[in-house]
């Protein structure tokens, strides 16, 4: 059976080469350009989609100085701007997609970079669209999915609405010199930090949630929460939820039924011993 | 989570007002998750759906506490400390669950973050999905309350296939300072090949405190079993004689004990 | 711009003397290279270094021209303009911006990576191999000198039973082992490696200036804003890249392309953007197989 294979992979092979000798016939059609790996494309491609080009979205919005300095509560103007930025790229994107005629863009590939005056967002992704055609949709979908992901979700009855996004940024509270002293052998909450930072973090899924329901999404998977203080200023910290918003689009949800597999290739392991030490 | 009886029993139950708005958009149908794709859709194979990402922070200050350089003990302080401050954090999210009418959280996962600006200071945080039986049954533990698990969406489904449900995570910590030795023991086994007595009768004990609390908070949920326990050390910023051993697994009970899971291929990966 | 046999360097030719062959490739990749009936015949590698700088052929310039005058720009490449909107302010007030393309840094790149390409190109065929696959590039900038290394290394490879390569030209690929064996099983010949590169030249004016040094001035206290100038040539930049690289593929396909995009901020709010695309050109060599929706899976162990 093996053998079978590996003779046709090699016909294949010189097939391929053969085809090389002689000139294409020329060729008017615009070159599929495509990030996504072998496998997701085959993947895609077995849901009846394919890809169409690798498209870009850019923006960077600026922060007006002395917005860093320390105050209290939350830093509006850096939030705003954050989410300037990724709506100002994510616009930019879908109009890369629709100029190609694709349906959605997968596979985003996120960057943003806070910086002291300015912040960035740069989206790369690959647009797709159904095989055989179909109307264009209005809005494109983009989403941080993998094309992978997409044709499994795809394949339950779900498709991707959009990506989600929530940022919020705030200063840490201060602690008076009394009060420190005071605390100093106590085991006790840090009253005053903890809202602040429960918050602030609060603050941000909240924002990704309603972003979600703007689009009319009925959940937000893969959301993952970054947090973290500003290389720059140590005492601002910003907290970034982010997703993929799904919608239900059959009617009800097709459960995949999964094969359970038992591989046997651990020969020499008899204890997986590593679990125990959280590693 | 169960509240061991030497804690103080007055846990502030605040939420921050951004969450009580949050939660309120969840309940009118939205649902977000931190599952990726594949466990959103095992959890839907399990029968439950998700309702939304939760979670509970505390900020906790974490006290001095002396000790004998010589002698090997129990931090006592400490352990309330690393205790206690997870307890609040889980209770946040737990209340967050409740207020969704969850039945559970699955996927929870307890992290300490050090700020620079807050010294002897960490905070302490738990996320999770939680999820409700799309079936109407409560799911909710012997205490009344939805379960948590550190399960994956992968491990809940498969652990649901085998007739038990979880009922809670549990732990136990323990912090622990090892004696330093003295000088004339040091030099007198220089070189040899010998037990060190301090340091087997300590690490000993410390493992066995932590291991012995997690399964008294097993029992009080009347759990048949824990699974996928974890031993975790951690200097985290006392130095290298102090030592937190936390253990820590999920709690379950068992239903119909009847494995529906079905019969596994056989394969042989040829991967690397 | 290739170098006859003659010239490669003398280890190569001693080296490709010896017979036995070396490759690059793992021993998984080696093993899916012989069930594709692909033989290496050898490890082969192109090198260039390359400075480009302010008097290339085609900067302003060499021409005479001064960045802020309106209108210098070279023959067919972007460039868009930008006024100050206030009324003379101040000496230091910059009351011109551009956005410009850097024809000569593209050139000067696609030379570089040019001419190393097709040195590795030369030690294959004087293997007498039909194609190199596993193909690593590595652009390099030396520390501070507008100058860059390129470095291509890959493994020369012949077909069982396959024809002399078309033009003498050998075809190329970044792929190898079971990735190669899946191209070629869904019906995608490799042709050749990839690669192009386009370079923006931001010349901030005054919004811009402000707006990227935190300026709070004319009004604009505590706003933020989208800072045009800097995203018109980011977007620019990268639809130049994909253009160039649409041009080599003359209507196949690029698979697994990669983007790379790397700017330097310099003082007052200007800023140079380099953007780089590489990927595997393929064309389709017999119609498309769909595969039937994979079984999805969970491991028990």
């Known amino acids: 059976m093996s053998e079978d294979v590996a003779l046709d992979v090699k016909a294949e092979m010189l097939r391929g080469a053969q085809s090389l000798a002689t000139a294409p016939p020329p060729n008017t059609n615009r070159g599929v350009t495509s990030d996504l790996s072998i496998d997701e494309a085959l993947l895609l491609h077995s849901a009846g989609w394919e890809p169409v080009d690798l498209v870009c979205g850019v923006s960077v919005a600026s922060v007006p100085f002395g917005v860093w300095n320390w105050g209290q509560g939350e830093i509006g103007v850096a939030s705003a701007a954050h989410n300037a930025a990724v709506q100002g790229a994510a616009e930019r994107l879908k109009e890369e997609c629709a100029k190609v005629r694709g349906h959605g863009v997968v596979g985003v590939r996120i960057g943003v970079e806070v910086r002291n005056h300015h912040i960035d967002v740069d989206l790369v992704g690959t647009a797709v669209r159904p095989v055989d055609g179909g109307s264009t949709p209005a809005v494109p979908f983009v989403s941080d999915l993998s094309a992978r992901d997409f044709t499994l979700l795809k394949g339950a009855g779900w498709m991707p609405a959009g990506l989600a996004f929530g940022a919020s ?16 052998t106590q085991n006790i909450e840090l009253t005053n930090f903890t809202q602040a930072m429960y918050a602030a973090r609060e603050s941000a899924m909240e924002r990704m949630q309603r972003s979600a329901l703007e689009v009319g999404g009925h959940g937000v998977v893969g959301v993952k929460v970054t947090e973290g203080p500003m290389s720059f200023a140590r005492h601002a910290v910003g907290f970034t939820a982010w997703g993929t918003t799904v919608k239900l689009v059959a009617d009800v949800h097709k459960n995949i039924e999964p094969q359970v597999i038992l591989p046997l290739d651990d020969a020499v392991v008899m204890f997986a011993a590593q679990n125990l030490r959280g590693k | 989570m169960t509240q061991p009886a030497d804690l103080p029993k007055d846990l502030p139950k605040d939420l921050p007002k951004d969450a009580t708005h949050r939660l309120e958009e969840l309940e009118h149908g939205l649902f977000t998750s931190d599952l990726s794709v594949n466990e959103f859709l095992l959890v839907k194979e399990a029968g439950f759906h998700p309702l939304g990402f939760v979670m509970g922070s505390s900020i906790y200050h974490i006290g001095l506490q002396t000790r004998k350089w010589g002698e090997s003990q129990e931090l006592t302080k400490l352990t309330e400390a690393m205790y206690t401050a997870r307890e609040l954090a889980m209770n946040r999210m737990e209340e967050e669950a409740e207020e969704l009418g969850a039945d559970g959280v699955v996927g929870v996962r307890l992290d300490v973050n050090y700020y620079e600006w807050g010294s002897d200071s960490a905070e302490f945080i738990a996320f999770g999905t939680a999820v409700k039986a799309e079936d109407g049954t409560s799911y909710k533990n012997a205490l009344g309350k939805p379960f948590t698990s550190d399960l994956s969406g992968q491990d809940f489904w498969t652990l649901m296939q085998t007739g038990h449900v979880p009922q809670g995570l549990v732990m136990g910590t323990c912090v622990y300072h090892i004696a330093h030795r003295k000088l004339t023991q040091a030099l007198g086994s220089m ?6 007595p301090n340091f087997t009768q300590a690490l000993y004990e410390a493992r066995e405190l932590a291991m012995t609390r997690m399964q008294d908070e097993a029992g009080q949920l009347n759990a048949s ?6 031993l975790e050390e951690k200097s985290h910023q006392w130095g290298s004689h102090t030592i937190e051993f936390l253990s820590i697994g999920t709690a379950v009970t068992k239903t119909t004990g009847e494995v529906t899971l079905p019969k596994p291929l056989t394969i042989i990966s040829l991967d690397n | 711009m290739s170098q006859s046999s003659a010239e490669l360097p003398e280890a190569a030719v001693r080296r ?14 080696f093993a899916a290279c012989l069930q594709l009936g692909l033989e290496p015949v050898g490890l082969v590698q192109g090198f260039c270094v390359m400075q480009w700088g302010w008097y290339g052929a085609g900067s302003s310039f060499m021409r005479g021209s001064n960045p802020y005058t309106m209108g210098a720009q070279s023959e067919g490449a972007y460039s868009e303009s930008y006024r100050c909107p206030h009324g003379y302010v101040s000496a230091e007030h910059r009351m011109w911006g551009q956005n410009l393309e850097q024809p000569w840094v593209e050139a000067a790149w696609s030379a570089g990576y040019g001419a190393a390409y097709a040195r590795m190109l030369d030690e294959a065929t004087a293997l007498g191999a039909h194609g190199v696959i596993g193909v690593v590039d590595r652009v390099t900038p030396v520390a501070d000198s507008q100058t860059s290394e390129f470095h291509f290394l890959g493994t020369a490879v012949t077909v069982e039973d396959g024809p002399p390569p078309a033009g003498g030209v050998p075809w190329t690929t970044y792929l190898a082992g079971q990735r190669l064996t899946k191209s070629i099983e869904a019906g995608f010949m490799p042709v050749a490696v990839v690669a192009s590169m386009a370079s923006v030249r931001v010349w901030a004016y005054c919004i811009t200036e402000y707006q990227m040094e935190g300026g709070r001035g004319w009004g604009n206290t505590n706003q933020t804003g989208e800072v045009e100038q800097v995203i018109r040539a980011h977007m620019a930049v990268r639809q130049l890249a994909r253009k160039h690289v649409r041009q080599k593929l003359v209507g196949d396909a690029l698979h697994g392309v990669q983007i790379d995009v790397e700017k330097r901020e310099l003082a007052q709010g200007d800023e140079v953007i380099d953007c780089t695309i590489r990927g595997n050109r393929v064309r389709r060599f017999k119609d498309f197989d769909v595969v039937p929706s994979p079984r999805p899976t969970v491991r028990l162990s």
């Not at chain 3, 490709?16 to 990749?29: H, I, K, N």
């Open chain 3, 16 to 29: 490709f003397r010896s017979g036995a062959f070396s490759s690059g490739l793992t021993v998984p990749d």
């Open chain 1, 169 to 184: 940024f705030v200063y840490a509270p201060r602690r008076s010199a009394g009060a420190a002293l005071q605390q100093k």
């Open chain 2, 225 to 230: 079993g824990i699974v996928g326990v974890r």
């Open chain 2, 191 to 196: 070189g040899q090949n010998v037990e060190l």
